[in-house]
């Protein structure tokens, strides 16, 4: 007999309560050191709670908002406010890719030619 699952649930749009939630709770456990495990084990919850949370693909109780808001050292109401924009953070979806300088000058050095600025 085929085993049955259950359909993941598509995300929560960015602009949702829940997404608002998601990147807040991210940023601020981040901001704190934490990981989601570490996390988990203050609020109490399991940790893929945490990471369904952070992925927008979970609805999340009162309670539940009020007791990692609480943790994250915030209450819930700033947990659902819309995520001020980065401006010293990397955002996640970019660590890692080079800046437009660093692909500028892999560019002129794959060419055998150093791009120099001069400046007046």
Do not use: F, W
């Not at 602009?15 to 990147?23: D, M, Q, T, W, Y």
């Not at 979970?58 to 908002?65: A, H, M, Q």
């Not at 955002?91 to 560019?107: H, I």
């Amino acid at each position: 007999m085929p085993s049955k699952s259950t359909p993941k649930r598509e995300p929560a749009p960015m602009s949702s309560p829940l997404g608002r939630i998601a990147v807040n709770v991210r940023r601020r456990r981040k901001a704190m050191g934490l990981t989601q495990a570490g996390l988990s084990e203050l609020v109490p919850c399991h940790p893929t709670y945490v990471s369904q949370i952070e992925r927008r693909t979970t609805n999340i109780s009162v309670e539940r908002l009020e007791g990692l808001a609480k943790v994250l050292g915030v209450d819930a109401l700033t947990l659902m406010q819309p995520p001020k924009p980065l401006t010293d953070d990397i955002p996640a979806d970019l660590a890692g890719l080079p800046s437009a300088t660093d692909s500028e000058q892999m560019q002129g050095s794959k060419r055998g030619k150093s791009r120099r600025v001069q400046r007046t």
